[in-house]
C-alpha cells in the first residue's frame, strides 16, 4: 500500500526506526533508464525495479516490458537531460500512456563535458523522483533464493531457458537468478495466486473431424447442464497444491468423473494452452462409444437435468394427447363426424406415452436426488482457516443453514 509521504520525510523515518543506520529508500515505480551506468546511479540513491532501454535502441521487446511494468506497478522514466534523451522519452510516452517523468538539469547531470544520469548525486536523483510524486511502500520479499532453486530457475542445466520462459509469460524480461528474483519480488508476483494449474487443447490438429465436433458438442452441453465452468478442450492433467488435492480426495465416491471433481470443488484455477500434438507411439484406448458413455456417466453424476427434460418431454405428450383427445370426442358428439380408428390409436399412444414418461421423469428425480445422496458430497469445501485469538465469535441464533 502507497505512503503518502515525500522521499526526504521516508528516509527521515528510515533513520529514526534504525537507530540513525540509514538505509536505501523502496519505491513502487519501475524506473526507466537509459543505460547501466544510469542503474547504478539511481541505485545507489534509491531501491526500486529498473529497466535500461539502451539509448535509441528500443526495440518492441523493451516496450512491452516497460507497458507490462506500467500495468503492474506504474513508471517513471528517467533519462538524460539532452536531445538523445529527451528524444527516448517522447518514444516511450507516445507508445506507453500513463507514465511519469523525473528531471535532472544539465548543470547536474555534467562531469568532465559528459552529461547524464550517470554523473548526478543521490541528492539530485532523489529531487528528482520526489518531484515525480513517487508511491513509497513496504518491500516484501515473497521469493527467495530457495525458491528459485526449488522452481529449476537456478542451479539447473536448463534454468536459464526456464527464466526466458517465465520472463516472456510475466513480461518481466530476461535476467540471470538475482535479477530474476529481484523482480519477481519488486513486480508484486505471488505464489498463491491459484490453487490449480490445468493444461487444455486451444486446437485439435490431427485428430478427426468427427471427433472434434463430438467433444466440442460436449464441453458446451455439460457446462450448460450440469452448470459446472467446464473449459472447451481440457484434460485431465494438472498440478495441485495440497489444499486441492485434499478437496478432491475428500469426494469419496466410486463412480469418479474427474472433470467434474475438480470443477466441483472450485479454487483459483489457471489454464494454459497448447497446441495439440499427434501420439508419437500406439493407439488410442478411447473411441466415441466410451467417450460417449464416459459423457453420460459424468453428465448424469452431476445433474439431474435430464430427468426434468424427460418429465417436461411427458407432461407436453400429456397435454397434447388430452387436447388431441377432448377435440376428437367433441367433433364426434356435436358434430357427428365418423373419427377413423387409427387416429383414436394415434392419439391413445401420445397420451399414453405421456403419461409414462411424465410418471418416469418424476420416479427418476427421486432415485436421481437418492443417487446424488449416496454420493455423500460435502456440503462446502473449506479453502483456508482462520483462528482469532482471545476473541469471542457471536452468532446470531437466529440465523439458520437451510438444508
Known amino acids: 500500500m502507497g505512503k503518502s509521504l515525500t522521499l526526504y520525510e521516508y528516509k527521515d523515518k528510515l533513520i529514526r526506526d534504525n537507530k540513525g543506520k540509514e538505509e536505501i529508500l523502496l519505491i513502487k515505480e519501475v524506473i526507466v533508464v537509459e543505460g547501466k551506468d544510469d542503474v547504478a546511479a539511481v541505485k545507489k540513491a534509491v531501491d526500486a525495479e529498473m529497466i535500461a532501454v539502451g539509448g535509441f535502441g528500443i526495440n518492441a521487446r523493451v516496450i512491452a516490458r516497460i507497458k507490462e511494468a506500467q500495468k503492474r506497478k506504474g513508471v517513471i522514466v528517467l533519462t538524460d537531460p539532452d536531445f538523445a534523451g529527451e528524444k527516448i522519452r517522447k518514444i516511450i510516452a507516445k507508445r506507453v500512456p500513463g507514465i511519469k517523468h523525473a528531471y535532472i538539469s544539465q548543470e547536474d547531470g555534467i562531469k568532465d563535458d559528459d552529461i547524464g544520469v550517470e554523473n548526478a548525486t543521490p541528492e539530485v536523483i532523489i529531487e528528482a523522483l520526489n518531484r515525480a510524486k513517487i508511491t513509497l511502500e513496504e518491500k516484501v520479499e515473497t521469493f527467495d533464493a530457495q525458491d528459485m532453486f526449488y522452481f ?9 531457458a526456464r527464466r526466458i520462459k517465465l520472463g516472456n509469460k510475466l513480461g518481466i524480461g530476461y535476467g540471470n537468478a538475482n535479477q530474476m528474483l529481484s523482480r519477481l519480488n519488486n513486480y508484486g508476483i505471488t505464489k498463491e495466486g491459484y490453487d490449480s494449474v490445468v493444461a487444455y487443447r486451444i486446437d485439435r490438429k490431427g485428430e478427426s473431424k468427427i471427433r472434434y465436433f ?23 492433467y494438472r498440478m495441485m497444491n495440497r489444499k486441492f488435492l485434499e478437496a478432491v480426495l475428500s469426494i469419496e465416491e466410486k463412480s469418479r468423473f ?37 459423457s453420460i ?21 400429456c397435454l397434447i394427447g388430452t387436447v388431441l383427445g377432448v377435440s ?52 462446502y469445501i473449506v479453502k483456508e482457516e482462520k483462528i482469532l485469538d482471545n476473541k469471542e465469535i457471536e452468532v446470531d441464533e437466529e440465523v439458520k443453514i437451510k438444508a
Do not use: C
Open 152 to 160: 529449476g530457475l537456478n542451479g539447473d542445466p536448463n534454468a536459464k
Open 214 to 236: 463430438f467433444s466440442k458438442i460436449f464441453f458446451k452441453l455439460a457446462s450448460k447442464i450440469t452448470e459446472l465452468d467446464f473449459m472447451q478442450g481440457e484434460e485431465d
Open 258 to 294: 474427474t472433470k467434474g471433481i475438480f470443477q466441483w470443488v472450485g479454487f483459483n484455477v489457471k489454464w494454459i494452452g497448447h497446441e495439440n500434438v499427434n501420439r508419437v507411439a500406439g493407439k488410442s484406448k478411447w473411441s466415441l462409444f466410451k467417450l460417449f458413455t464416459y
Open 297 to 317: 456417466d459424468g453428465i448424469i453424476g452431476f445433474s439431474t437435468v435430464p430427468l426434468i427434460i424427460l418429465t417436461v418431454i411427458g407432461a407436453l405428450l
Open 328 to 379: 376428437l370426442i367433441i367433433k364426434y358428439l356435436m358434430m357427428d363426424v365418423n373419427i377413423s380408428t387409427s387416429l383414436i390409436l394415434i392419439v391413445f399412444i401420445v397420451l399414453i406415452s405421456g403419461v409414462q414418461l411424465f410418471i418416469f421423469g418424476i420416479l427418476g428425480q427421486y432415485l436421481g436426488k437418492v443417487y446424488l445422496e449416496t454420493k455423500q458430497r460435502p456440503l
